[in-house]
């Protein structure tokens, strides 16, 4: 009898297999959900110019120095300068321009006074300004040119998904095109013959395929393309069908008939192909995978929907993260403490489907049925997968556990 893997060795062996996908230029706009692959510099000084980060008055540090209420200091202003303005107006000792947030400062300026330390603010401020109290000093309320990165630093890196806001950061580095890797294109082929269209009411026998559903929604968050999906029943005949139907997928991912039945078509198809291995987790013990010759990813994943759930997220997304280049490929951990007792299976990781409560740091099961894969429901619930080491047969409450956050 073949031993069980451990989730390392089977993961090792998945990402041994996976090749960086090619690069490709793509407008900011069209690029989100992109893994860079080369590095984003900034085209500019971010900020390009000294402007005022208050509604207020550019002024002279040395005129208003010390100015309070029973002291106020007058100064006439020259100038209205709203943002977006490229104005300078000079500024001799005794005057002020009026500025708007984000505006240039003038070069003679070197500190800011907000309308709210000021007699009368912005409703009679376009003639003289009393001021009631003294910036701090110097470079009071001013955003200095580069203060936040200078032109040619690395603003973005590569292996880094740009989300909002990177790609705010690369827009506001004067950046409209970014080269990224190519999204990986993914097949999804639930398999069995038991299986019906979502809708659709099971005669006896029968149990919706939501496999499908929920796999594509797996793939679209790990920012890869769907390239198909696809149900079969148990004649092999039907996978070498469905392959050739997805001849332009990276990765196949098929879930059921990998496991040690008499209708199991994915292994009566591909067993010469693929690898199928026991690996030690619960749930998602069978599990297969394998390269084909034209290089594409073959997975095959247990039926049950919480084995097809944990499955993706242990081996099949950080597969595809690598083939973005996507320099962190797993979920967030965090350290939580069990609110409730439960058992494990023994010798097997367990990834338990489970609710949490950051506030409280306790993590407790998502569903009374305990860890059932084939409790779909409970997904439903779910937040986090509680991850309890081989070794450990009862977790008790209070007991601390490593808890792998999910969306």
């Known amino acids: 009898m073949n031993p069980l893997l451990t989730v390392e060795e089977h993961r090792d062996r998945v990402l041994a297999a996976v090749a960086l996908l090619p690069a490709e230029s793509v407008a900011l706009a069209d690029a989100s959900g992109r893994t860079l692959a080369e590095p984003v510099l900034a085209a500019h000084d971010l900020p390009g110019f000294d402007n005022s980060s208050m ?33 300078d107006p000079a500024l001799a000792p005794g005057e002020a321009a009026r500025i708007m947030t984000g505006a240039a400062v003038p070069a003679d300026a070197d500190a800011i006074v907000p309308f709210e330390d000021t007699a009368g603010g912005l409703a009679d401020s376009l003639d003289t300004v009393d001021v009631l109290r003294s910036p701090a000093g110097t470079g009071a309320f001013i955003r200095h040119r580069g203060g936040d990165t200078r032109a040619g630093d690395v603003v973005l890196s590569p292996g880094e998904r740009l989300g909002p806001f990177a790609l705010a950061a690369a827009a506001a580095s004067g950046v409209d095109t970014v080269t990224v890797t190519r999204r990986p294109r993914v097949a999804v082929v639930s398999t069995g013959s038991e ?14 395929d939501s496999n499908a559903t929920l796999l594509a929604a797996l793939v679209d968050g790990a920012d890869a393309d769907l390239e198909l999906v696809d149900r079969v029943g148990d004649d092999p005949a039907g996978i070498d069908a469905v392959l050739s139907r997805a001849t332009r997928a990276d990765v196949v991912v098929f879930t059921g008939g990998v496991s040690a039945g008499a209708y199991e078509p994915v292994r009566l198809a591909l067993s010469d192909r693929i690898a199928f291995e026991k690996v030690a987790m619960q749930p998602g013990k069978p599990q297969a995978f394998g390269v084909l010759p034209d290089g594409r990813l ?5 039926g049950n929907p919480v084995s097809v759930a944990v499955s993706f997220e242990v081996f099949v997304r950080p597969a595809l993260l690598a083939l973005q280049g996507r320099a962190v490929i797993d979920r967030r951990i965090a350290r939580l403490t069990a609110s409730e007792a439960w058992t494990t299976p023994p010798g097997r990781r367990q990834y338990l489907p489970a609710t949490i409560d950051l506030v409280a ?21 779910a937040e986090a997968f509680a991850i309890v080491p ?18």
Do not use: K, Y
């Not at 207020?56 to 208003?64: H, Q, S, T, W």
């Not at 073959?298 to 247990?302: D, E, S």
């Not at 081989?390 to 969306?407: H, K, N, Y």
């Open 55 to 87: 509604d207020g008055f550019a002024v002279r540090f040395a005129d208003v120095e010390g100015a309070d209420a029973e002291h106020p200091v007058t100064l006439r202003v020259i100038a209205d300068l709203p943002a977006g303005t490229a104005d």
């Open 195 to 208: 299986l019906v269209a979502p809708g659709t009411a099971p005669s006896r026998g029968q149990t919706p």
């Open 298 to 302: 073959v997975f095959g994943l247990p």
């Open 361 to 381: 740091g306790t993590v407790r099961a998502a569903t009374a049925g305990g860890s059932g894969s084939h409790l779909a429901a409970s997904l439903a619930r």
């Open 390 to 407: 081989a070794e450990v047969s009862t977790v008790s409450v209070g007991d601390p556990l490593d808890v792998m956050l999910i969306p």
